[in-house]
């Protein structure tokens, strides 16, 4: 397992380029975040991996209790001791911050949006309701990356290939904490297959923001959403009782929120929370990794008999998760929710 050693922090200080043109985005649903009161004082959940796999029965039993009840209670929780090394972070923050280097925005430009298939898209967004520059790919079960800088491709695909490991470890902790066995996530989404989307953001952009948003309230599809960053502040996630809270990550954690079609596997025992990105308050330049872990493609997900009853209706229509990503009109990189043309 690897040793926590201090958050990565980034120094760089902020220096818009007023230069650039890009594309704004309708914002005209976004509620603005200062109308909502903030809360530091409730403390997110910590999750150890290593624990949910330890020899000793009794420590894995009272860890599987633990994230069963954190599944159900919260949604979210940061996991700490899953494997994947501080090396690995410091190469994928290294190349991630090579790859936006402000000089070399051109180059950038040849993965601009072209068409529905592309398997990677680089955008510049500003406006009140986002602000950010990203790089997206897909990351599973095909690895689409840029090749360069030199070392990104091989960085990201480390740091992928360790991710991995871990959606395997929770689908089989998650399903032992629903009682069930190891496998059922396994089978119900075809994890083995399963399609997953990452999204590489820098916080403020290379440009001016225009607003407080850097994206703004969402839920995500598929099995869950893990994320890893260089500098805390800016995450907020909304929990059971309304409270905007402040992620604020232990070292090389990795920030774990439940998705949407796990909300409809179980027939919403467990829920996908909204959560956002905020600017306006970033000294530095951050960096995040928000990595989307969907079902396969062809994975036809519904509320699974095991969790319907009289009292416990179906709550949302069943259709693949590719029919799920296209019903609100978006495409298979710039996955969005669909959960509310869904739910019943």
Known sequence: ????????????????????????????????????????DVEIPTVDYFMLFSDDLDE?????????????????????????????FEGVFKGISDFFNPTEIESRKQYEKKNPTDR????????????????????????HCPTKPSGFSESMEEYFKGLREVVQ??????????????????????????????AMNLYPPNFRSKGSIGVPDHTDPGFF???????????????????????????????????????????GKYKSHVHRVVVDNNKVK???????????LDAFVSPAPEFVDDSHPPAYRGMTYKQSLQANGSDEIDVQSSIEQIRL
Not at 60 to 77: M, N, P, W
Not at 170 to 198: H, M, N, P, Q, R
Not at 286 to 296: C, K, Q, W
């Open 120 to 143: 990677i898209r680089w955008g510049l967004r500003s406006s009140p309701g986002e602000n950010r520059e990203y790089l997206k790919i897909i990351a599973h079960p095909q690895y």
């Open 225 to 267: 959403v893990s994320l890893i960053q260089d500098v805390n502040g800016g995450l907020q996630v909304f929990s059971n009782d309304g409270n905007c809270i402040n992620v604020n990550m232990p070292p090389n954690a990795i920030f774990i929120n439940l998705g949407d079609h796990l909300e409809i596997l179980t027939n």
């Open 60 to 88: 894995r039993s009272k860890a599987l209790e633990y994230i069963g009840r954190v599944c159900k209670d919260f949604g979210f929780f940061y996991l700490v001791n899953h494997g994947i090394s501080d090396s690995v």
């Open 286 to 296: 951050r960096i995040s990794v928000a990595t989307l872990h969907g079902p396969s």
């Open 1 to 40: 397992m690897a040793e926590t050693a201090p958050v990565l922090v980034n120094h760089r200080p902020f220096e818009p380029n007023p230069i650039l043109s890009f594309d704004s985005l309708d914002s005209s649903i976004i509620k603005p975040h200062d109308s909502i009161a903030i809360v530091d």
């Open 169 to 198: 470890g929770l689908g089989k902790a998650v399903s032992k904490a629903l009682g069930f066995e190891e496998c059922y996530i396994e089978k119900a989404f075809k994890l083995g297959t399963g399609f997953d989307v990452s």
